[in-house]
C-alpha cells in the first residue's frame, strides 16, 4: 500500500539552501559503530573525561547561581583569560570587550564569520581536505566555494603541505575570504613561518580577509609549536582566529569556542551571533574561567597526546595499514593500499563490520575525490582515546 502525500508534498516546493548536503560522514560513521559495537576511532572526541577539578567548578558555578543568559560577547573572566592566554602565547592584545567573543563551539563561530563578511556572488577558498563545516556556511551566505587541493606528501614520513602559488592562482577580484585550518584536520599538518609569509604576500593590498581555524593549537608536536595568525602583525588586522576549550580541556560535548578579530571584525560577528544563539551556556564559561587561568591546563596538552599518537602509530606499524607522520591535532591518517582495492568509504565501512575499528575516510574531506584517493586510499583515526582503547583497536587490526 503507497503512502498518501501530504499537503506539503502536493501543494508546496520546498527549495533546498543546501541540496548537496546529507547527514554527516561523522554521523553515519559514528551510527555504524554503534550498530556493529566497534571501536569509535572516528569520530574526534575523547572516550575519557575531563579534569575532575573542572566538573567540580561547573557544579559550583551552577550551585552559585550562574544558569541565566550570560552576557552576549561570553562573560567577563573568561574573555579575560582568553585576553591573557593569547598575548603569552601569540604576542597580540585583544580588547576583551570588543574583540573577543565566547560562541557555541568553534563551529558556530566559523559560520558566523563567514555570515559576517561573505555576500551573494563572493568566492571563499578553501584548502582541502577541508572540515565538513566550511563549504555549507559559505553556501547558506550566498558565496562560492573555491577549493585548492593540499599537496600529498610522498611517503609515511612526511605530511600534506599547502602550494601557495595554486592558492595565488585562485584569486580573483571576487575573492572575500580565505579559510585557513592549522594544525589542519584531517591530516595533522601545521603551518610554518613560510607559509605565514606566503599567506601575507597573497593578501597584501587586497580587501580579502582571513579565517583561522585553530581549534588543535594546543596539540602540535612539531618543535616550533602552534604559529598563530594572531601572531602575525599584519595577518591578524584581517583575520578572525577561532579556537576551542572542547579540544583543550576534553570537553567537546560542552561546545565551548571563541572568536578573536579586530574591532570592525567583531562588530559584523557580533550582528550575526546573537541571532544564532545570543550567549553560550554560563556555567561552562564560569568554570573554564577558573580553571584554564592555569596555564598548565593546556601546556601540557601537547605530552599527553604526544604518548597516544605515539601509541597508536607504533602499533599500526604491526598491521598491514601504513600511518603518516602527524605533527599536530588528535588525528593520524594511514594508507589501506596493501590491504584492499575498495574505495574509502566502503573500506570503512567494511572495517566496521568485520574488524570492529570504525574510521573516516579522507575522501569525505574533499568536495570531489582526487586521483590520490583512488591510488592511496587513506583513511583517518582520532587517538583521543583510553590507552586500553588504542590496544584494543589495534588488536583488532592486526587481523587484517
Request: proline content about 6%; charged content about 20%.
Amino acid at each position: 500500500m503507497t503512502r498518501p502525500e501530504t499537503y506539503l508534498e502536493k501543494n508546496m516546493q520546498l527549495k533546498s539552501k543546501l541540496p548537496d548536503v546529507g547527514t554527516t560522514i561523522f554521523t553515519v560513521m559514528s551510527k555504524l559503530a554503534h550498530e556493529h559495537n566497534a571501536i569509535n576511532l572516528g569520530q574526534g572526541f575523547p572516550d575519557f573525561n575531563p579534569d575532575e577539578k573542572l566538573l567540580r567548578l561547573v557544579s559550583s558555578a551552577m550551585q552559585a547561581g550562574h544558569n541565566q543568559y550570560s552576557y552576549m560577547p561570553g562573560v567577563e573572566s573568561l574573555r579575560l583569560v582568553i585576553r591573557d592566554k593569547v598575548k603569552a602565547l601569540y604576542g597580540r592584545t585583544y580588547n576583551p570587550e570588543t574583540e573577543i567573543t565566547v560562541t557555541s563551539g568553534a563551529t558556530q563561530a566559523i559560520m558566523a564569520a563567514i555570515l559576517a563578511v561573505v555576500h551573494p556572488g563572493d568566492e571563499v577558498i578553501v584548502i582541502e581536505p577541508s572540515y565538513d563545516s566550511y563549504i555549507p556556511s559559505i553556501r547558506l551566505a550566498g558565496g562560492t566555494p573555491v577549493t585548492v587541493s593540499m599537496e600529498p606528501p610522498s611517503n609515511q614520513e612526511e605530511t600534506f603541505k599547502i602550494d601557495w602559488n595554486k592558492v595565488a592562482d585562485k584569486i580573483t577580484h571576487k575573492t572575500r575570504l580565505i579559510i585557513l585550518n592549522s594544525p589542519h584536520n584531517p591530516t595533522g599538518a601545521v603551518l610554518e613561518s613560510e607559509d605565514l609569509d606566503a599567506i601575507e604576500r597573497i593578501v597584501s593590498n587586497t580587501s580579502i580577509y582571513l579565517l583561522s581555524d585553530e581549534v588543535y593549537e594546543h596539540i602540535v608536536f612539531a618543535d616550533q609549536g602552534h604559529l598563530s595568525l594572531a601572531s602575525h602583525p599584519l595577518l591578524a588586522e584581517r583575520t578572525f582566529v577561532i579556537s576551542s576549550f572542547g579540544k583543550t580541556t576534553h570537553t567537546t560535548g560542552w561546545k565551548v569556542g571563541y572568536c578573536c578579530a579586530p574591532l570592525e571584525l567583531t562588530k559584523e560577528l557580533r550582528k550575526v551571533h546573537q541571532f544564532m544563539v545570543f550567549s553560550v551556556a554560563s556555567p561552562f564559561q564560569h568554570a573554564l574561567a577558573v580553571y584554564t587561568a592555569d596555564p598548565e591546563t593546556y601546556l601540557q596538552l601537547p605530552e599527553f597526546y604526544r604518548q597516544k599518537r605515539d601509541r597508536l602509530f607504533q602499533g599500526l606499524l604491526n598491521t598491514k595499514l601504513k600511518p603518516y607522520a602527524c605533527p599536530g591535532t588528535f588525528f593520524m591518517l594511514a594508507t589501506y593500499s596493501e590491504v584492499s582495492k575498495l574505495d574509502e568509504y566502503e573500506f570503512s565501512t567494511w572495517l566496521t563490520q568485520n574488524y570492529g575499528v570504525t574510521v573516516i575516510p579522507v575522501s569525505a574531506f574533499y568536495a570531489k575525490p582526487t586521483e590520490f584517493h583512488k591510488n592511496q586510499k587513506v583513511i583517518r583515526f582520532c587517538f583521543a582515546k583510553q590507552d586500553q582503547t588504542l590496544d584494543l583497536a589495534v588488536e583488532r587490526l592486526m587481523r587484517l
